[in-house]
Structure formats: C-alpha cells, structure tokens
C-alpha cells in the first residue's frame, strides 16, 4: 500500500491528523482526518494548513475502523512512503505495526542524481503527471507517490537486469536498508568539502562528529551522516 500522513509536529511523540492510502492491488482509497488527542503545532499547521479548529468534531484514530482495516491491511502488505520510518513511527504511536516497508526518498538517493530528493521537488524534476496533487495533504502527496514508485519500479527493474515483480520489490526492500554513502559535508567549516579529503587534513574532526551524532537519541540520529563516518574511519568495511 501507499501511505502518508499529515501530523501534529514531526516530534517522536506526534500524533495522527490525517491518513491517506491506496490499495495497490485493489486500487482502493482512504483518506481521512482524525481529532488527535494532543495540540497540532504552528509549525504543522503551517506546513499542511490544518487547525485543532478543522478536525475538533472528527473522531479518534484509536478504535476506529479505519485502524482496524489499517492493521489487519498490514498483515500482509508491504507499505510504501516517503521518509517512512517517520510514519512507521507515526503509525506505532497509533497502536499500528509496520512489519514491511519500502522507502521511496531512499530508493530516489539511491537511483537518481539531483539536488532535492522531497516528494514536490521530484514530481517536477522527474515531470510526475499529477495536476490535480494539492502539496502537504495526504492524499495529493499520495497521488504523487504512485507515479513515484513506479518510476523507481522501472529503474530497479531496467538497472538491474530483475525480471519478477517479486525480485523488484525484493530489490526495492534491501535498498530501502542500506544507507546513502555521502560524498560531500553539507554543513559545518568544512562545509563542502569531500569526507576523504576531509579525512586526510582532519580525521579528528570526523572522529570528533561520529561522537556527537552518537550520542544522540536514536530517532533524531542521522543515519547516512554515521554509516559515512563509520566508513571513512574505518569502523566498516567500504
């Protein structure tokens, strides 16, 4: 299934506002708003449009059907999004488990050269047909996704020789857990710089980053910036 959600904050602890998906198989939609049992931030408000005001008579996530069905759905699909730990998270604190998954912000690093890798900029940089697609609701973002992923389908298919449906979602799954190896620092004095050279002039600096990206809580850690640290200081094998 496609999946996105819209959210009370991007905290660890945010809260569900609003669910969109589709059922690949059987094409169907769902796209509702819930009334979250904490605040939506001015930030979230000012990213998706959605006030406490707008879903203060819709009903809870929790024990609704459309938790039931989500549940039961994930038994035995795969779900796809954008950025989907973020709603694997989401749906956890929704009393909903995620069992398969596949990223299609990873895949698009992974497969496709440019600047910006949010699910607007490639919709244009990938020329996406989705006119009708509103940005930051649920189910525009999800409309653009189903042209996404079958554009990353046919790249995994095309660059790696696969012939089954079965081996292309394998493909896209194994993908999906095996982080960006980063060329350059985007931040920082060395800010544009290449890891290895940085590593020649300054290995110290990159021990000294490792640690502090570490010791930080696991969900706002960045895994690509670490897996790249391990590698250029030797902690894992290129």
Not at 213 to 228: A, D, F, G, V, W
């Amino acid at each position: 299934i496609l999946l996105d959600t819209e959210t009370t904050s991007l905290d660890p602890d945010s809260r569900l506002i609003q669910l969109a998906y589709k059922n690949l198989e059987t094409g169907a939609i769902v796209n509702q708003y819930f009334k979250p049992p904490i605040p939506i931030s001015y930030g979230a408000m000012a990213t998706h449009h959605v006030t406490n005001e707008m879903v203060a008579a819709k009903p809870g996530f929790i024990g609704s059907q459309e938790q039931a069905d989500l549940i039961k759905l994930l038994e035995s699909s795969i779900l796809a999004a954008h950025n989907v730990l973020f709603d694997v998270m989401i749906l956890k604190n929704e009393g909903v488990k995620v069992f398969q998954y596949i990223d299609t912000l990873r895949l698009a690093k992974h497969l496709i050269n440019c600047e910006r890798y949010d699910l607007q900029y490639l919709r244009y940089y990938l020329n996406l047909d989705v006119k009708e697609a509103a940005a930051h609701d649920a189910l525009g973002d999800i409309m653009i996704l189903e042209k996404l992923f079958e554009h990353l389908k046919d790249l995994v298919k095309t660059k790696l020789n696969l012939e089954t449906e079965e081996q292309v979602l394998e493909k896209m799954r194994e993908l999906t857990k095996t982080p960006i190896l980063l060329d350059m620092i985007s931040f920082g004095k060395y800010k544009g710089k290449k890891f290895a050279e940085i590593n020649r002039i300054d290995p110290g600096y990159l021990q000294w980053l490792y640690d502090s990206e570490s010791r930080k809580k696991q969900m706002e850690q960045n895994e690509e910036l670490i897996y790249t640290l391990k590698k250029h200081l030797y902690l894992e094998k290129f």
